[in-house]
């Protein structure tokens, strides 16, 4: 992929302010602000314009969700859901610096993040309606419609939020493609060669750095329990802990196999680090997935970031 130069401005000067983004070339403007912040937003010129919008908060579960709309007046729109939508705390305006954007090219919009947004299921979204919209452009707006929202998924994770970043699973890109007629979107760029962990036990999982992060993959097996070995100390405690809530938040998304101790991984996992990744996948306090994760031409993952590193 070609570079990219992302222009950030800090509105007032501080990190935890309002803040634009743009891409050079990029027809686009983004504005990120926080809930309380929502008087300085509406009095900017590009809350008034038609535009895509998305609201980040915590849902009943404490998790992060969001929710994607459009208006022909985002700053209107968003009064609106101060008054009636409790659980955002921040907001992501995406219009146009050239004020081209119609009512529909932002339903349009709206149709496609969503579903790219679903297809990932990085975050949830509140939406309780999908949109109707995005199925009447001329070619050519979906075209530029299209590259148009490859500029948003550049952006979001560079204002962090990773909503757009990453795969579909198999089964929702299936279903997405019986009953839409709107190709499916760019996947993430695979970064690596996949490498595996596999073991006696049964375990056989794949993962891979897709996007600057690294993956275990869908279909992966995996342990479905984690398991204490021997004696541990205070520090080893505390990352076994750590570890089992990362375990049991893999399981949300495995199967069982049923009287093996296995599961199957149902979509693309994300983890801070390989050896994270690793000792997940085992069921156990710790691993050297530098070591442990091992391509099929026999590389481990360290010795594969190493000669990255000497290019």
């Known amino acids: 992929m070609a570079g990219k130069q992302v222009r950030l401005f800090l509105v007032d000067g501080s990190a935890g302010g309002l803040m634009t983004a743009e891409i050079g070339n990029w027809t686009g403007h983004v504005l990120k602000g926080k809930r309380p912040e929502l008087g300085a937003i509406r009095k900017r010129s590009e809350a008034s314009r038609t535009g895509v919008y998305i609201l980040f908060g915590t849902g009943e579960d404490d998790g992060r969700v969001a929710y994607i709309g459009e208006s022909d007046d985002v700053g209107k729109r968003l009064l609106d859901h101060e008054k009636k939508k409790d659980f955002w705390d921040e907001v992501v305006i995406i219009t146009s610096k050239d004020a081209n954007l119609t009512s529909a090219h932002v339903r349009y919009l709206e149709s496609r993040l969503v579903r790219i947004a679903k297809e990932v299921g990085r975050i949830p979204l509140v939406n309780v309606q999908g949109p109707t919209g995005g199925a009447d452009l001329p070619e050519a707006d979906a075209s530029d419609m299209d590259y148009f929202i490859e500029q948003i998924r550049i952006l979001m994770p560079v204002l962090g939020h990773d909503i757009f970043r990453g795969r579909a699973s198999a089964a929702v890109a299936a279903a997405s493609r019986g009953s839409a007629h709107i190709p499916l979107f ?94 997940v996948v085992h069921g156990r306090a710790s691993s050297n997935g530098r ?11 360290g010795a594969w970031e190493a000669s990255q590193a000497e290019v």
């Open 186 to 279: 760019e996947e993430a760029a695979a970064d690596s060669p996949v490498f595996r962990i596999r073991n006696s036990k049964g375990i056989d999982a794949r993962a891979q750095v897709l996007d600057g992060e690294f993956t275990v993959l869908e279909g992966s097996t995996v342990s479905a329990l984690m398991r204490r070995t021997g004696k541990h100390t205070e520090s080893t405690a505390k990352q076994f802990e750590s570890r089992s809530l990362q375990h049991a938040e893999l399981m949300t998304v495995a199967t069982p196999r049923e009287g093996t101790g296995l599961a199957e991984l149902a979509k693309d996992v994300v983890y801070s680090s390989p050896s994270a990744a690793a000792a």
């Open 291 to 301: 070591i442990e994760w091992i391509s099929d031409a026999g590389q481990t993952y």
